[in-house]
């Protein structure tokens, strides 16, 4: 098949943008009610539940001694797998970690002019899990991206789950799970494994935080479950898009293109903006010549025939304009000078600059994450870093000074919105008053603030 050309100003792409735009709110009734039975039986049956769904949704059976992935399993993968794979796999959990290290918060704390002490105090949570597709196919770079995060910002207990496969143990995964540090590895998926991180089973214990794509009833149950454990964000199907000028190499723009619309679900979004018409006809074609030799050209093909196009701009800013409408997970700057154009990106999970730069680079091996913000959600929400698992507590020191110097103003907006108890809480500590117990908790505080000094 060949994609279609688009005029950004004809009826037709404003067809088509609003149905990309669409893609941020879709109806989810009907998974939603399958998930939420799926997490009742997991609440009320536990490991069974597990076992039985397994069976049902990936034709595996389990046993409670079976449903966990061993240390023993995860090492022996690691003998197993080529060693051209395994240094692949190490080489890419370095950059990854080097990067992540970079986005480490710290705690601080500090005395502002009133006396007082602030400060917040930066901590990991205790206990996250991270979900990896499996399905018909094997995907340790999750793994790494997921796991190692997490190590980084200094989890305690990494569990990691994945629904197995009815061919065998996908020895990559297994691999990939040990070299990144996961502490413990089950065996299941779908919304059952997410409702085993939230709810705990026999076999797993609850988690502080579930991270990780997976496909409509793996999110949905990660939404169903938010506030009882945290989550990341509510990934979806791989989007690209492409900014070009006349310059750009069609051949190159076609493989990025395909490459993210190649994954399956026939949702994946794949766009090209460009000032030359010329361009825009030169990559469709090309599409349509790669298409004949690649193995997942079907799926390809029903990815684009939904959400892909080459769209021709009147310009860049126009270009920028729609990028920023869209927010795409993946956009790459094929341009002259491309770092100059950085400034007029507002909402992108990840941007790659000049064409030496595909989107499979930070797919796998570049460092920074590639669980990104998906359907438009970029316009506020940002790629998973070991930031997501640090949690963050303030702390506050008041003075006598302080107490003095800010008390009666704080009375005052208690009192402003109906709060007199907040008030009178407040001006205790000011010696604010009759009453020997006030005076007496005045003078003790006064006594204390000295000593602290």
């Not at 920074?368 to 640090?390: E, I, K, M, Q």
């Not at 009375?411 to 020997?436: I, T, Y």
Request: glycine content about 8%; cysteine-free; overall charge positive.
């Amino acid at each position: 098949m060949k994609p279609r050309v688009l005029k950004s100003q004809s009826p037709e792409f404003k067809k088509f943008l609003a149905g990309i735009l669409e893609r941020r709110g879709s109806d989810s009734a009907g998974i939603d009610s399958a998930v939420s039975k799926i997490i009742a039986d997991v609440r009320k049956r536990g490991d069974p539940a597990l076992i039985d769904l397994t069976a049902k949704f990936d034709h595996v059976k389990l046993t409670a001694k079976t449903l966990r992935v061993t240390a023993a399993e995860r090492q022996s993968a690691i003998n197993h797998i080529p060693p051209e794979d395994r240094r692949a796999l190490e080489l890419a959990a370095e950059r990854i970690a080097e990067f992540h290290r970079r986005t480490m918060e710290k705690s601080f704390i500090y005395r502002d002019k009133s006396g007082m002490r602030l400060g917040q105090m930066v901590q990991p949570m205790r206990r996250v899990g991270i979900y990896v597709p499996g399905g018909l196919g094997a995907y340790p770079s999750s793994v790494l991206m997921n796991a190692i995060p997490a190590k980084v910002a200094g989890v305690a207990e990494v569990v990691m789950v994945s629904p197995p496969s009815s061919e065998g143990e996908r020895l990559a995964v297994l691999a990939a799970a040990e070299i990144a540090g996961v502490d413990e590895f089950y065996r299941v998926g779908g919304a059952h494994a997410v409702a085993a991180l939230a709810y705990g089973t026999e076999t797993i214990k609850p988690v502080d935080k579930i991270v990780g794509p997976g496909n409509a009833y793996v999110q949905a149950a990660k939404r169903m479950v938010y506030g009882v454990t945290d989550i990341d964000k509510m990934a979806g199907p791989s989007e690209v898009l492409v900014i070009a000028d006349e310059r750009a190499n069609p051949e190159w723009i076609a493989a990025d293109l395909i490459a993210q619309a190649e994954h399956g679900s026939g949702d994946e979004a794949a766009m090209l903006l460009t000032t030359s018409e010329s361009i825009a006809n030169r990559v469709a074609e090309a599409v349509e010549t790669s298409l004949k030799s690649l193995p997942r050209a079907r799926q390809v093909e029903v990815a684009l025939a939904k959400r892909g196009a080459m769209v021709v701009v009147n310009d860049l800013n126009e270009a920028f304009d729609l990028a920023n409408q869209i927010g795409p997970e993946h956009l790459e700057l094929d341009l002259r000078n491309p770092s100059r154009w950085l400034p007029k990106v507002k909402a992108a999970g990840a941007v790659f600059l000049g064409p030496l730069t595909p989107a499979p680079l930070g797919d796998y091996l570049a460092g920074p994450n590639h669980v990104l913000p998906t359907g438009g959600a970029a316009r506020f929400a940002s790629p998973l870093g070991a930031y997501d698992f640090l949690k963050r507590t303030s702390i506050i020191e008041a003075s006598m000074g302080a107490i003095a110097a800010l008390g009666p103003t704080v009375a005052h907006l208690a009192r402003m919105e109906g709060f007199e108890g907040h008030a009178r809480a407040m001006e205790l500590r000011n010696g604010v008053g009759d009453g020997k117990a006030r005076r007496a908790g005045y003078r003790n505080a006064k006594t204390q603030s000295q000593r602290a000094k």
